[in-house]
């Protein structure tokens, strides 16, 4: 399709689809709707009252009792760390993959009898045997999944680019997969592998995006709104969010129909994708597969190793302080105030070693950044004890801080750990808040 055509289909003949359902296409979209929120309420009802035990179980297959106390540091980085729209847009996209999963049967019989009422002229069925389709659909799987860890990876990294980034890919690929899911049924009742379907959308890749924006962008509205409500937890928005977009899961069927059909019109043009070309895309997505298991599994084991911090036993040698102040003018311009030293003696009672990279402590006057200081690493083998030689250097920067707020010398102050968990990864703790102390 020209680019003219291909925003006529996204935003004008797709949409229309809703107003040409007729008896038979309008009870199995009744049926999808009643069999997914049935699907979708129970399991959400079992999940919400049986959370806690099943959090309980799930813990106890992963991991030893003694990370279990790390669910929670591990919930709260994740919930932090990424930004509202990736979070919401992770979710949206797995309710695509749960629907798809339940709800498969359905949407291809709507999808088909929506095509024979509408007379769209593609030529008889030709399916692929069920072996087939289950080696396509799982690689199906094995792409959301490889894309969503990518793109959560790097919204861990706490900058401004990095979270611009991780949002763009994470719409991109929210509409892209959205029209893969909804339109691909139609190319495969006809014999086309995703390989070849997935071209097809590239080739079309605005008429693609625009209709995943078109019936998405209700449910984002709306997902922004449900994870601003501080009293949800994270299960509780995703199912909200789950049985939400379930109707515009539903009511797209039509409109992907539409586009397949005229998509359908293009494959004798196109080419098969070149089996070299399939093994490189194999590879690349393989080798995305295991890095982002590797990195999400090392990430996890790095929490684990900190979170001994805060079991271990500390004694300061009160007698080994020792502070070299440089100037008071250093205070105002940013730079290095002083080193601070002592020993202190470390006693790890764990069975795991305790690594302390390089880290450092933020502290602010009402959002702005007055001083960091800087700590040194160091390590704790598991079971034994370690005197050790703290080094702090201090950066303090009071220029941008007013009189009124110098005035107000104990409101406004927060301090702020960050510990390297992966290299530019930082695990935030909040040391204090004088507003909520």
Known sequence: MNLVKQFKVGLIES???????????????????????????????????????????ILDYLFPESWHSLSEKLYSFFFESQSKQVLGNAILSGSLVIASIFLFPIKEKYSAVFEKEQGYPNGPYQEFPLWLQGIEETRLFLFYLTAQMIILWIGYYPYFWTEVISVSLSYFFLFYTFGLDIISPTLQRHRVKYSKINKL?????????????????????????????????????????????????????????????????????????????????????????????????????SMHHKSQILKAEYAIDFDSFDFNFKSLGSMLTGDSIGD???????????????????????????????????????????????????????KSNFSEVTLGEISQALDGWTMEMHIELFPGIPFIIQLMDSDND
């Open 340 to 394: 601070l030293k002592f020993n202190l003696t470390i006693d790890n009672p764990t069975e795991y070693d305790m690594a302390f990279e390089n880290s450092q402590i933020y502290i602010f006057k009402n959002s702005k950044q007055v001083s960091k200081v800087a700590i040194e690493g160091f390590s704790v083998p598991a079971g034994e004890e370690k005197e050790i030689t703290m080094k702090f250097n201090a």
């Open 201 to 301: 959308l590239f080739r079309n890749l605005i008429c693609t995006l625009l209709f995943g924006l078109l019936f998405s962008l209700p449910a984002i509205v709306i997902s922004q709104w449900i994870l601003s409500i501080e009293t949800l937890n994270l299960l509780e928005i995703s199912i909200a969010l789950f049985i939400l977009n379930l109707f515009f899961i539903a009511i797209s069927i039509p409109a992907g129909t539409a586009i397949g059909s005229h998509l359908l019109k293009e494959n004798t043009q196109v080419i098969n994708v070149a089996t070299s070309t399939k093994i490189l895309g194999y590879l690349i997505m393989t080798l995305g597969l295991i890095s982002g298991l590797v990195f999400h599994s090392r990430l996890i084991q």
């Open 15 to 57: 949409p229309a689809t809703l107003f040409q359902h007729k008896k038979r296409s309008s009870l199995l979209l009744l049926i999808y709707l009643l069999v997914g929120l049935s699907i979708f309420a129970l399991f959400g009802y079992v999940l919400l009252e049986n959370q806690s035990s099943m959090k309980q179980a």
